[in-house]
């Protein structure tokens, strides 16, 4: 019902009302019920449940069920004739009733959702990658549902499994769609470690105190409150998840008590928006005395159809800034080789007790087309260097996570597969200047030796992302940076780089040059992590700052160390790296904040 009631605004209208007739006001409604029904109700289940549904909806419009069509639903009790025709109009069958929107015009009608990103405007030319949001009939709808609850104080939720976008279509409506004269968004992300007092600290400082146990944003605005993996906090004895209880009560009686001397606290104009995956790996289900107080909307996995078409056009985007007409027909087939690493990396590269970093959604899938992305028209100007690129992206997304010989030697076979299939070219002749065994053919070793990245040339101030010819002019160009850290640090580094250190400080530098480039890496102490990572950073001129742990090492003090790299980060000409070891996790406390500095900044 509340959405159906945020759809009604023309009836609030006495001139609009008073111009229609009584089957244009029936329609209206009708219409605007069953819209509201598909987005409810039908609207929270997965793939395979919408399908289900859109055969079951179809029949229930027409009228009575059969026994078998009952039986085969679950459906006890008996469904009778309808008592009366429908008098708007019934949702076309060309398309399932999720491609539908109910427009308001005459007796109403049913407009698909593809005709409102038909006439988007193309990607410009200096958009920044991880900005880019390709128009698909998800972010239509989505944004569009979260429209009308927002602006009719609805609280809501996106429900999907990782990697599908759910924080970034939220994040998106909230900062670019709404009035930033009336709204303000307010990000909180929940972890495993969350506390009620952490989130209720967080929420009540972005609001003013209006008067005494009054709070709120400023005079004349809302703030939205969006809260991402709402599902992620730990359970508690009794099997509740504190936090989640605090919003609940906030839902439900409208304040929150001091911390300090237990008054009353009165929230006004706070709305609630919240995102969570399924439950499972690490998430937990949500009671129902909460989820009652939310709209649910399922957001499903993109089909291959709808991931092609967005990658498509973000290849076919970069490829047009002066690339030949060659390498721009390309771009259908890098994404469906990347689509088909992906699909089956899924499948045959699964977690264990031993391999528990094994887990891949689509954010390694754009990481691959993010790493394409860093080519010039200057710097990769042939289709073979094309390939090189897009299969050294792949390796680094994929090969560099796996730790079994058995695991290397799959990907490595299966990439043989995939460049044949879908460019015509088998891996020996496009790796053939990698191979150490000129008789031989190309081993899964040899592939250690393509590399990408922008020092090749340390005079160059472009830092073109280009591959490495010649690994002994690599070498001596890193053994120079090294050498000049070594004169200007007051804790010089005594480093043999052979060539497993320098494919690491490659490695490395690779994901300090991407925006939002955060690293893990996993390996034994004393294995180079913390000190390749300086070097990389001293080669990239960024900042490295890190903690100093000592006895007396408390929150207080980490937090006040937050502020410094933040700040230095903000005010600095330069940018900085926040080097964090495990053996300086002296709280659990330090990862959540960590993890919410990835998340929201804060």
């Known amino acids: 019902m509340n959405l159906q009631e945020s759809l009604l605004d023309s009836f609030k209208s006495k001139s609009t009302v008073e111009s229609m007739n009584d089957l244009e006001q029936l329609a209206w409604l009708q219409g605007s019920f069953l819209f509201a029904f598909i ?78 990103i038909q006439d988007t405007p193309p990607i410009p030319k200096d958009q920044q990658f991880n900005t880019i949001i390709v128009p698909t009939i998800d972010t239509v709808r989505y944004s569009y549902l979260l429209d009308l609850l927002i602006k009719h104080g609805k609280p809501a939720m996106i429900c999907g499994p990782t990697g599908t976008g759910k924080s970034v279509y939220i994040m ?91 008054t009353s606290m009165k929230l006004v104009d706070v709305l609630l928006v919240t995102s969570m995956g399924p439950p ?120 560099d996570r796996l730790v079994m010989d058995s695991d290397i030697k799959w990907i490595f076979g299966y990439l043989k597969e995939c460049l044949k299939k879908n460019f015509d070219i088998t891996m020996d002749e496009l790796c053939n200047h990698l191979r150490s065994n000129e008789n031989g053919e190309l081993e899964a070793d ?46 010089p580094m005594n480093l043999v780089l052979f060539k497993f250190a320098i494919e690491h400080v490659s490695r490395i530098s690779r994901i300090l040059k991407q925006p939002r480039g955060h690293a893990l890496l996993v390996g034994m102490g004393g294995s180079g992590r913390q000190s390749l990572t300086r070097l990389a950073a001293y080669m990239a001129d960024y900042d490295l700052f890190q903690v100093e742990i000592t006895k007396g090492y408390t929150s207080v003090e980490w937090r006040e160390d937050l502020r410094k790299i933040l700040r230095q980060g903000g005010e600095g000409s330069t940018s900085s790296v926040f080097l964090f070891t495990d053996t300086q996790i002296k709280e659990e406390s330090f990862l959540e904040d960590v993890n919410n500095l990835l998340n929201t900044g804060d």
């Not at 079951?56 to 469904?79: A, C, M, N, W």
């Not at 008098?87 to 069958?93: G, H, K, N």
Request: proline residues 6%.
């Open 39 to 116: 987005w409810t109700i039908c609207g929270t289940v997965d793939l395979k449940g919408r399908a289900g549904f859109d055969i079951l909806f179809r029949l229930l419009l027409k009228g009575s069920l059969t026994k078998e069509i009952q039986d085969q639903h679950y459906i006890i009790q008996p469904v009778g004739e309808l008592p009366r025709p429908w008098v708007c109009p019934l949702i076309p069958t060309q398309k399932s009733i999720y491609e539908y929107k109910f427009e308001f015009e005459g007796e109403g009608r049913w407009v698909p959702w593809v005709t409102f």
């Open 172 to 262: 998106d409506f909230l900062l670019n769609n709404l009035p930033k004269e009336s709204y303000m968004p307010l990000p909180v992300n929940f972890s495993a470690q969350t506390t009620a007092n952490q989130t209720q600290n967080i929420v009540l400082s972005k609001l003013d105190k209006r008067r005494k146990g009054v709070f709120g944003p400023p005079l004349g605005k809302k703030t939205i409150v969006f809260v991402d993996d709402l599902n992620m906090p730990a359970r508690e004895v009794y099997g509740a998840q504190p936090p989640i209880e605090l919003l609940r009560q906030w839902l439900e009686y409208g304040n929150w008590y001091d911390l300090k001397d237990n």
């Open 280 to 399: 499972g790996g690490g998430r937990n289900p949500i009671t129902p005395r909460f989820l009652r107080h939310l709209n649910l909307m399922s957001i499903m996995d993109f089909d291959d159809a709808t991931l092609t078409g967005i990658f498509t056009a973000i290849t076919d985007w970069h490829f047009n800034n002066g690339f030949s007409q060659e390498i721009q027909s390309l771009s259908p087939s890098l994404v469906q080789a990347t689509l088909d690493v992906f699909k089956n990396a899924m499948a045959n590269l699964l977690p264990t007790p031993t391999k528990s970093h094994y887990l891949f959604n689509l954010r390694d899938f754009t990481r691959v087309i993010q790493g394409i992305t860093m080519s010039t028209v200057h710097t990769v100007n042939t289709v073979n260097g094309i390939l090189n690129l897009w299969l050294h992206e792949v390796l680094r997304v994929f090969y």
């Open 446 to 491: 040899d592939l250690r030796s393509l590399l990408f990245c922008d020092f090749v040339d340390p005079k160059s101030e472009s830092k073109a992302y280009v591959e490495v010819r010649n690994m002994d002019k690599l070498r001596a160009v890193v053994e120079d940076k090294l050498d000049e850290y070594n004169n200007m640090s007051k804790k």
